[in-house]
Each structure stands twice: as structure tokens, then as C-alpha cells.
């Protein structure tokens, strides 16, 4: 054969059409969603790959990064980081992508199940053993950083418990009850082609710039893993955009709603750029310009014109509030260290010169904030629990960016009771699902309604699998003390002239 006709063989003509039973019972879902489909058949995975095909590169990309860190691992690595509150974005890291990884995989899978068109099914098949790789890579780094550093000893119980993780686990938990092809635009197109890039490129960029190899490693392995998806969710879309021009403004409002989603769950990404590294290769605000404004807005909207499709519909509100985005969510962050895994930190004479020198907006509405830390590092803990977003889920402190002294806060009715979210790309999609929205559950609820025990302090940690003392501020850490000690052992300390 042919390599076209080997690649057909051996992925598409395994596809059948049952005798027994109505397409419309094997696949209940297909017209659930008003999409029309005239001719599938004609769509063809982007990088026609058969599976042996698939197992020979992940396997030679699993041998590359393996060697990377085994060697991390085995020459002191941990300790040779310029600063170890870098590992403090790490657990932010591990706590938010790890369990999204593994949501992506049985998302994927769903899609997979209840699209039959055969590149599809093969390409989705694909990519959930691509996500299955990623979360299994991301916990072998965990396992070995469990034994240098805090917070990750019950991984497993904290990443479902912990009221920080509610986060991404909402957007999954959306786009799993969406029906298939809305779910197959939330994670290929909307989370992956949008925004994985700026999730894995910029911070193993920073990870190499502080020299943690390890890291730098695992988001390289997994980003070469990206492009692909990236290209499936590409090819889905113009897929279902020639199919009919029925499907064009069903396609727009998904646009909309998962633009927003992602964009608002990848907010703690903007203070891993930011603020957990002590050298930063480059601050959120350029990043986003980069590979959302410039790649996505400029370039690949641009060529969507033609199909009738414009800019998602909060788009300019996301590009205004570039200037406020990472100081926002990271002042959340500094609120509520004593109750996360992750912890946060006084900010440094250098951090303060490069984000002011980044940021012109840093030294008016921001500074302020974090030089309260600089006398007591407890200083903004918040005395209680704040009000979250109904969608998103984060915490509803978002500034208007036209008015950074006034919260960005919307008000909506739904059955004669008032819903708070974050924002007016929020407000819109909690509109369009109010039913959806409405029935949201978080942690803190429980803590507060008495779940956990009389002490709801304690029935918080003993929920989430830590210790008080894995909560709180970095450099006044038993953990921050042991990492200098174990440089000293090292002999890391000395300078030499």
C-alpha cells in the first residue's frame, strides 16, 4: 500500500455502520446540538498518524525526558534553583494541571465515543493517551519534589479536595455535560489552541531561567504534544464551519462562552509568570500579547472572516485587563495562604523594580497591597472566605479595568434569587445556563455549614490531606529553612571571586 492507503486502512475504515440499531440510538448525541452534518467523511486528521506511527515518537520523547530527570534527580537539582519559592508555583502547578490533565484525557474520550466520524475518533483517541502521558509525567516530578518540599504528600487527596482546585475542575466539569462537539471546541480549540501555549511556554521558560531542568523538561515534552491537539482543534472547527452555515452561529456562541472559561481558569498562569520566579523571561502582559493577541486575534481570526465568525465576544475586555491580571490574582492568592497548599510570599526589592518597571499601573493600585506584607507577613490574610464567581468559580475580586478602584462584580436573577460572577464574560455565560450555573457546589460552604467537625479549621486540613504548617509564607518556612541548610551541605553557599 500507499501511505495514504495504509493510513486509511489502518485508521479510517474501521469505522462501521450498525445493522442492528439506529445510528441515532448508538449515537444519542449527535443531534442534540443543532449541528449538520452533510458529508464527515471528508475531514481528515491533520497529521495522518497511524498508532505504531504515534507509539515510535512518544516513546522516543519519553527516553529524552526521562534522561533529563534522572539526571536532575540524581545531582541535587532541587537545590541548585536560585530561589526555592519558585517550587511554591510549582505546587500551584501541580495542584491546577495535573487533575485538568486527566480530565482532558476522559474528555477526549467522551468525544471520541459520540462523533462518528472516524479522523475524529482516531485523533481524540490519540490525544487522551497524550493527556494519560502528561498527568503521569507531571506526578513522577511531583513524587520526587514530595520528598524535598511540602504540600504534595497526599497529592492524590488534595487535588480533589482542596477548594483551590474547584476551579479547574468546574471548566472539565462543563464541558463534560456540554454535549460532543460543544466539548470538542472547549479543550481543542478554546483551551488548547487559545491558550496552551502561554500555559506551558512562558513558565518552562522560567524554569529554565531559575534552573530548575526538571520542569523546564516536562513542559517542553509536553508542548511538543500540544501542536497536535492544537491542529485537531483547528481542523474540527473549519470542519464544522463548511459543513453548513447553520452550524456558524452555534459555533460563535461556543466561541464566546469557552473564550472566556479558559481565559478565566488560566488566570493563576499570569502570577506563575509573574511573581513565583525570581528571574522571568517574560512578564504575562507580553506573553498574552504574543500568543493570544498576535497568534490568535490577529492571526487566526483573521482568517475566520470568511466564515462569518468575529473576535469572541469578551475579547477586548480580556486585552484591557492584561495590565491588572496577574497583580489581581495574586493579591486573591496572598488572601487565602493560610488555608492552600501553595504558599505565598513577601514580595523582594527586585520584585518590586521589575514589576513596576512592567506593569505602570503597578505602583498606584498595587504596590500598596504587598508592602503591607513587608512588617507582618499575615498582614492581608483575609478573616474569612470571599464570594466566588458562579462560573468560574474565582473568587469575585476582579477590578473593572476602566476603573481599577471598583470591582468588576455582576448581579444576575434567576428564579427569584440573585447570583454574583466576576465579570460581564461571567455574567453573559451564566445567563445562557442559568440552570447549569445555579447548582454549583464548593468546599468552603461545607466547611462553614459545620461538615467537617466542630472545628472548622481543623476539619478544613485533615479534608484537604496538610498541616497548618504547609500553609502560610515561603521565606519564614520550616520548608524555605531546610532548602538553605541542605544548599550549605552542598556547599552551594560559598561564593567564590
Known amino acids: 500500500m500507499g501511505i495514504k492507503e495504509k493510513y486509511h486502512a489502518m485508521t479510517r475504515d474501521l469505522m462501521w455502520e450498525p445493522k442492528d440499531f439506529d445510528m441515532n440510538r448508538v449515537y444519542p448525541l449527535i443531534e442534540k446540538e443543532g449541528i449538520i452534518l452533510k458529508d464527515p467523511s471528508r475531514w481528515e486528521d491533520p497529521f495522518r498518524m497511524a ?15 526521562h534522561a533529563v530527570r534522572n539526571a536532575f534527580e540524581a545531582n541535587d537539582g532541587h537545590a541548585k534553583v536560585v530561589d526555592s519559592r519558585w517550587y511554591e508555583g510549582v505546587k500551584v502547578f501541580a495542584n491546577a494541571v495535573q487533575p485538568a490533565e486527566y480530565s482532558a484525557h476522559r474528555l477526549m474520550a467522551y ?69 460532543p ?46 501542536s497536535r491537539h492544537m491542529a485537531l482543534g483547528m481542523s474540527a472547527l473549519k470542519m464544522l464551519l463548511e459543513e453548513d452555515d447553520r452550524n456558524i452561529p452555534i459555533i460563535q456562541g461556543w466561541l464566546d462562552k469557552w473564550y472566556w472559561r479558559a481565559y478565566r481558569m488560566f488566570s493563576v498562569v499570569s502570577t506563575l509568570v509573574d511573581y513565583y520566579p525570581r528571574i522571568r523571561p517574560i512578564s504575562w502582559k507580553k506573553a498574552f500579547e504574543m500568543y493570544v493577541e498576535e497568534q490568535v486575534f490577529n492571526g487566526l481570526f483573521k482568517d475566520l472572516r470568511k466564515y462569518g465568525i468575529r473576535l469572541p465576544k469578551h475579547a477586548e475586555d480580556s486585552i ?57 507577613v499575615f498582614a492581608n490574610a483575609s478573616p474569612g472566605v470571599p464570594a466566588i464567581c458562579q462560573v468560574c468559580q474565582v473568587p469575585a475580586e476582579f477590578p473593572d479595568p476602566d476603573n481599577p478602584t471598583k470591582l468588576w462584580t455582576q448581579y444576575s436573577e434567576y428564579n427569584n434569587k440573585t447570583y454574583i460572577t466576576c465579570s460581564p464574560g461571567c455574567k453573559h455565560i451564566f445567563e445562557q445556563e442559568p440552570f447549569k450555573y445555579m447548582q454549583i457546589w464548593w468546599p468552603v460552604e461545607a466547611y462553614l455549614n459545620g461538615e467537617f467537625g466542630e472545628d472548622p479549621v481543623a476539619g478544613l486540613f485533615k479534608y484537604i490531606g496538610l498541616s497548618p504548617n504547609e500553609a502560610g509564607e515561603h521565606y519564614s518556612s520550616n520548608e524555605h529553612a531546610r532548602w538553605l541548610e541542605y544548599r550549605r551541605h552542598l556547599g552551594l553557599d560559598k561564593k567564590f571571586f
Open 51 to 65: 498508532y505504531n506511527q504515534y507509539v515510535k515518537i512518544q516513546s522516543e520523547k519519553d527516553g529524552i525526558y
Open 111 to 179: 468525544v471520541g465515543r459520540n462523533i462518528p466520524i472516524e479522523a475524529i475518533r482516531f485523533a481524540t483517541f490519540n490525544q487522551a493517551i497524550d493527556e494519560l502521558r502528561h498527568a503521569q509525567i507531571e506526578i513522577k516530578h511531583y513524587a520526587h519534589m514530595s520528598k524535598e518540599i511540602d504540600g504534595l504528600h497526599a497529592f492524590a487527596n488534595t487535588s480533589q479536595n482542596l477548594w483551590f482546585n474547584t476551579v479547574p475542575k468546574s471548566f472539565f466539569d462543563d464541558a463534560m455535560t456540554a454535549g
Open 181 to 226: 462537539f460543544e466539548a470538542l471546541m472547549a479543550i481543542s480549540f478554546s483551551f488548547e489552541y487559545v491558550f496552551t501555549n502561554i500555559l506551558f511556554l512562558p513558565f518552562a521558560s522560567s524554569a529554565g531561567a531559575v534552573g530548575d531542568e526538571n520542569f523546564a523538561a516536562v513542559g517542553k515534552t509536553v508542548q511538543s504534544d500540544e
Open 320 to 376: 484591557k485587563e492584561k495590565e491588572h491580571y496577574s497583580h489581581v490574582t495574586m493579591r486573591i492568592l496572598d488572601q487565602f495562604k493560610h488555608a492552600n497548599m501553595f504558599r505565598g510570599f513577601q514580595l523582594q526589592p527586585d520584585d518590586y523594580e521589575w514589576l513596576s518597571n512592567e506593569y505602570p499601573l503597578f505602583d498606584e493600585y498595587y504596590a500598596p497591597f504587598f508592602r503591607r506584607n513587608d512588617h507582618n
